[in-house]
């Protein structure tokens, strides 16, 4: 017997789009990768990276313009109802979730060498000083193209267009899923937030007593070696429900600053991960190499932003769901970070947390905080006090799952699983209307509106 949505017998493997929309039986779309080298694509403000190949016929679904002005067309034959897609959906997906997209973009960043100064003196540096060339190195960068901040929807265009070459494959006007999240909850968030200090680990009890009281309980990341560490209140922690993780050995780019480097930490990580009984890593200051990632000796980790082009490493996944680095579990930071919003951009109010979160809300995806308990971050009484505001936003949002990290990462296994053990999936389902406009939500929430039929019209269906 098979589990929901496994393939049949014979068929290949799902790419890590189709494991993203977990479709029943997903239709077989015509969509080959070129030969030639990437290249950046454009279709009414979605960039997105891809090898493009010969643009077929048929009734065009979606136009695609070249840098050089050419354009390539997705298009339904109407014949044989096959959709023909000028290049590799699956590719383009992996190019945005692993950051290959960066190869191909100039970025303004430090380089290699200056980030390695930068933290041999940051210890020399007042902290005032930091901030001030922060500030002045964000204003030098300005406002990335791509990806957008702090939202950019280039994945979650990409799902939607996905799902319809899907539908449009089928002949169908819904096409059922695994939705995204457990019964009953549209969308998902999580509080997580990283230690830099012992003072830190200290000031964690405040923001857990917020957070309990308020029913929550989020993660804290601890640093391995940069600081003492209080045990016992690592076990208060544990103790209260909440979660630790590692957030690495050092608070630097050690780890990532070559292959060799980050072999030689990983026993040390995994020391650190049993003595916190922790499942989940974070990489001091978000530093990374994705395709390294999978290698970490924990089942999840949560250091790829979906886009944070102020870091010292600017970037992002593009993401607002969960995706697998090997058998590592990626749950993406997707709302700012306190230290950017609060400390070098200076807002005094949590508006766009709460702008961010809405939108994420209604796109079904999840909403990841960052947050210090550290003084200059959450440790200023200010800062926390917004803090706790977010924290009363969320309490009346009942159609949010907040998990632990370690609770979302095992849910997001289940559901690539299609293991059911508890009764929690819920039947999602891509709809096209009349006018060609996708929409995905759970079975029960979609309006049964008599003026769609089970089938219709191919040219009204390609609307865009």
């Known amino acids: 017997m098979r589990r929901l949505g496994e393939r049949k017998e014979g068929s290949p493997e799902r790419s890590e789009l189709e494991r993203l929309v977990r479709f029943y039986d997903p239709p077989a779309i015509d969509d080959r990768p070129g030969s030639g080298h990437p290249t950046w694509l454009e279709a009414n403000g979605w960039r997105l990276l891809a090898r493009p190949g010969l643009d077929g016929s048929g009734e065009e679904i979606q136009r695609f313009l070249l840098p050089d002005g050419r354009a390539i067309s997705a298009r339904l034959d109407p014949g044989t109802g096959r959709v023909n897609v000028p290049f590799s959906l699956a590719e383009v997906y992996l190019n945005y979730v692993h950051e290959t997209w960066r190869r191909s973009t100039r970025l303004r960043a430090l380089s290699p060498r200056q980030l390695a100064a930068y933290y041999h003196l940051k210890r020399f540096i007042p902290r005032p000083v930091q901030l001030s060339a922060r500030r002045v190195l964000i204003r030098l960068q300005g406002d990335p193209e791509f990806p957008r901040w702090p939202l950019d929807e280039s994945v979650f265009r990409l799902l939607r267009f996905y799902a319809k070459c899907a539908l449009l494959t089928a002949g169908e006007t819904d096409l059922p899923f695994i939705w995204f999240w457990p019964r009953p909850y549209k969308a998902a968030a999580l509080l997580t937030h990283d230690v830099e200090s012992a003072e830190g680990l200290r000031l964690s009890v405040d923001i857990a007593d917020a957070e309990e009281e308020r029913g929550f309980r989020s993660l804290f990341n601890v640093?391995?070696?940069?600081?003492?560490?209080?045990?016992?209140?690592?076990?208060?922690?544990?103790?209260?429900?909440?979660?630790?993780?590692?957030?690495?050995?050092?608070?630097?780019?050690?780890?990532?600053?070559?292959?060799?480097?980050?072999?030689?930490?990983?026993?040390?990580?995994?020391?650190?991960?049993?003595?916190?009984?922790?499942?989940?890593?974070?990489?001091?200051?978000?530093?990374?190499?994705?395709?390294?990632?999978?290698?970490?000796?924990?089942?999840?980790?949560?250091?790829?932003?979906?886009?944070?082009?102020?870091?010292?490493?600017?970037?992002?996944?593009?993401?607002?769901?969960?995706?697998?680095?090997?058998?590592?579990?990626?749950?993406?930071?997707?709302?700012?970070?306190?230290?950017?919003?609060?400390?070098?951009?200076?807002?005094?109010?949590?508006?766009?947390?709460?702008?961010?979160?809405?939108?994420?809300?209604?796109?079904?995806?999840?909403?990841?905080?960052?947050?210090?308990?550290?003084?200059?971050?959450?440790?200023?009484?200010?800062?926390?006090?917004?803090?706790?505001?977010?924290?009363?936003?969320?309490?009346?949002?009942?159609?949010?799952?907040?998990?632990?990290?370690?609770?979302?990462?095992?849910?997001?296994?289940?559901?690539?699983?299609?293991?059911?053990?508890?009764?929690?999936?819920?039947?999602?389902?891509?709809?096209?209307?009349?006018?060609?406009?996708?929409?995905?939500?759970?079975?029960?929430?979609?309006?049964?509106?008599?003026?769609?039929?089970?089938?219709?019209?191919?040219?009204?269906?390609?609307?865009?």
């Open 223 to 464: 640093v391995a070696d940069e600081y003492p560490i209080d045990w016992g209140i690592v076990r208060e922690l544990r103790d209260r429900g909440f979660e630790l993780g590692v957030h690495g050995l050092h608070h630097d780019r050690s780890m990532f600053s070559s292959r060799a480097a980050f072999d030689a930490q990983q026993p040390g990580v995994k020391r650190m991960a049993e003595k916190l009984g922790a499942e989940g890593f974070r990489s001091p200051a978000l530093h990374r190499v994705v395709d390294w990632l999978g290698d970490l000796p924990v089942s999840y980790d949560s250091t790829v932003p979906h886009s944070d082009p102020y870091e010292p490493q600017p970037g992002g996944c593009c993401s607002l769901w969960p995706f697998f680095i090997k058998n590592l579990v990626e749950l993406p930071i997707t709302l700012p970070q306190d230290h950017l919003l609060l400390a070098l951009l200076g807002h005094r109010t949590i508006a766009v947390w709460q702008t961010q979160l809405e939108r994420i809300e209604l796109m079904n995806g999840l909403a990841q905080i960052l947050t210090h308990p550290d003084k200059g971050y959450l440790g200023e009484p200010k800062h926390r006090a917004l803090y706790v505001e977010f924290l009363d936003f969320l309490r009346d949002r009942s159609d949010l799952w907040i998990p632990l990290p370690r609770e979302a990462a095992e849910w997001w296994r289940s559901r690539d699983a299609g293991h059911d053990v508890d009764g929690r999936f819920m039947r999602g389902a891509a709809r096209l209307d009349g006018e060609g406009t996708v929409t995905l939500a759970p079975e029960s929430m979609l309006s049964r509106r008599e003026d769609i039929p089970h089938t219709v019209d191919v040219r009204r269906r390609l609307g865009a």
